[in-house]
């Protein structure tokens, strides 16, 4: 199987698990996935691979990555999607609000502010302190390059929110989504991102 067939694969049994979760944080079950048509390739730069509201009715764009398991601890954010012909990765391109990143085997969910990511990255520099790597999971044409980054470092220093998405599917007939309703310090949260 080449890189490509793989890839979708991966993110076909990632989906499995996201979008029961995507239907359950967005207002009324609502959600858009932006992966085919006209506009996919666009939409995907500008916002992700989904837009939702949440129940307070504020729309959130929404790039979700999936491995198939966490062996090492960290996040792979991509800084060159295609080194070769100068082609920057999504850390630099994305414009979403939020960042999940999946782990199928473990059944992982992790949701990062986005912003909050690349300002750490870039605008503080810290991105810089992990070596860039080739991809060397999957034989592709692309020459695809990024930087992993322990998923500890990222929860200190950024912050995160972590679900499990077993758990979640034992609680599906629950008529609470896991993020409605919870506060910090008295100011609404969705997906570990403050709204208020």
């Not at 500890?152 to 896991?178: F, H, M, T, W």
């Amino acid at each position: 199987m080449n890189a490509f067939n793989h890839a979708c694969l991966v993110e076909t049994r990632a989906m499995e698990d996201i979008v029961p979760f995507l239907k359950r944080i967005s207002l009324d079950g609502r959600y858009v996935l932006t992966n085919k048509g006209n506009l996919s390739q666009e939409l995907q730069k500008m916002v992700g691979d989904a837009v939702l509201n949440s129940h307070d009715g504020r729309i959130w764009g929404v790039e979700i990555k999936a491995e198939e398991s966490d062996r090492h601890g960290n996040f792979f954010f991509e800084t060159w999607s295609n080194r070769k012909r100068f082609t920057p990765g999504w850390m630099f391109t994305l414009r979403a609000d939020i960042l999940l990143y999946y782990f199928i085997k473990e059944r992982l969910l992790y949701s990062i502010d986005f912003f909050k990511l690349r300002s750490w990255a870039f605008m503080d520099g810290n991105i810089y302190k992990y070596p860039e790597k080739p991809q060397g999971k999957y034989s592709q044409l692309n020459d695809t390059w990024g930087r992993c980054v322990p998923i500890i470092a990222i929860e200190k220093e950024v912050g995160l929110r972590k679900y499990n998405l077993a758990e979640q599917a034992d609680d599906s007939r629950s008529d609470n989504p896991p993020s409605c309703g919870a506060s910090i310090g008295g100011v609404p949260r969705f997906m570990g991102v403050r709204i208020a």
